[in-house]
T-cell receptor, first 112, second 112 residues
């Protein structure tokens, strides 16, 4: 039973356009969410996070939106750049614990 | 470098052999996690160490898997009698709190 789902295994976007990566979760206890970016042969690197007390968090070109009623979050990258091409993982946790449940990842390809 | 390091970076072994994977966390980080990423899958939690507390081993897939953390620093993940389904990338992460995890580059294990 996957508690965190990324239903799109891959996404291609033209350079300069917006990339939207989606993530759905099932556990209503989750209240902290993160996005990680992973390049081949490297470990994931932290990108941006959001707490359930917010519905949006922005950091430069990256914005995460949280819709608690729909148990859905999304990562927007605008404008997309070729260097953004990587696998993106969303992760969720209940802040009372230390366990993060990760999605299966979405491979983003930004075309020059 | 001040990041999380893992060794070896790649390991090829024969079915039935034991393997040891090592993780050096960021100095001062009290929390250490092991994850596994199988092909096409997300990051699967294996085990968590926090300070001197008993580790949370709830993610270990079988009793062939064990891990220890000596002196609150370096950790070793041991897989006994390896099976082909153990082939995966094993990722280690460390954290100074419950939120931000810093990942190592991973060990790619291939069991023939």
């Amino acid at each position: 039973d996957q508690q965190v789902k990324q239903n799109s295994p891959s996404l291609s976007v033209q350079e300069g356009r917006i990339s939207i990566l989606n993530c759905d979760y099932t556990n209503s206890m989750f209240d902290y969410f993160l996005w990680y970016k992973k390049y081949p042969a490297e470990g994931p690197t932290f990108l941006i996070s959001i707490s359930s007390i917010k519905d949006k968090n922005e950091d430069g070109r990256f914005t995460v939106f949280l819709n608690k009623s729909a148990k859905h979050l999304s990562l927007h990258i605008v404008p997309s750049q070729p260097g953004d091409s990587a696998v993106y993982f969303c992760a969720a946790s209940d802040s009372g614990t230390y366990k993060y449940i990760f999605g299966t990842g979405t491979r983003l390809k930004v075309l020059a | 470098g001040a990041g999380v390091s893992q060794s070896p970076s790649n390991k090829v072994t024969e079915k039935g052999k034991d393997v040891e994977l090592r993780c050096d966390p960021i100095s001062g980080h009290t929390a250490l996690y092991w994850y596994r990423q199988s092909l096409g899958q997300g990051l699967e939690f294996l085990i968590y160490f926090q300070g001197n507390s008993a580790p949370d081993k709830s993610g270990l897939p079988s009793d062939r898997f064990s891990a220890e953390r000596t002196g609150g620093s370096v950790s070793t993940l041991t897989i006994q009698r390896t099976q082909q389904e153990d082939s995966a990338v094993y990722l280690c992460a460390s954290s100074s709190d419950k939120r931000d995890q810093y990942f190592g580059p991973g060990t790619r294990l291939l069991v023939l």
